[in-house]
């Protein structure tokens, strides 16, 4: 299930064309974390996740 968020964060962002830093930054999380997200290699909790969807327009669904 986390693999799928990671896999889903990363396209969105490289969709949008922003980098790691840039999305960390919108989020107010470090772009570090963003990397370990991307990978599965951190669980984000319900708020994190929902500021990212702000950040990137997409629903938490």
Known sequence: ???EIGRRI???RVELRLTQEKLAEMAGISA???G???RAEKTPS???LARL???M???MD
Do not use: P
Request: charged share 25%.
């Open 53 to 55: 969807c702000v950040c």
């Open 57 to 59: 327009r997409l629903s």
């Open 46 to 48: 319900v708020d994190t």
């Open 1 to 3: 299930m986390y693999s």
């Open 10 to 12: 990363r396209a969105r």
């Open 32 to 34: 570090s974390f963003v």
């Open 36 to 38: 370990h997200l991307e």
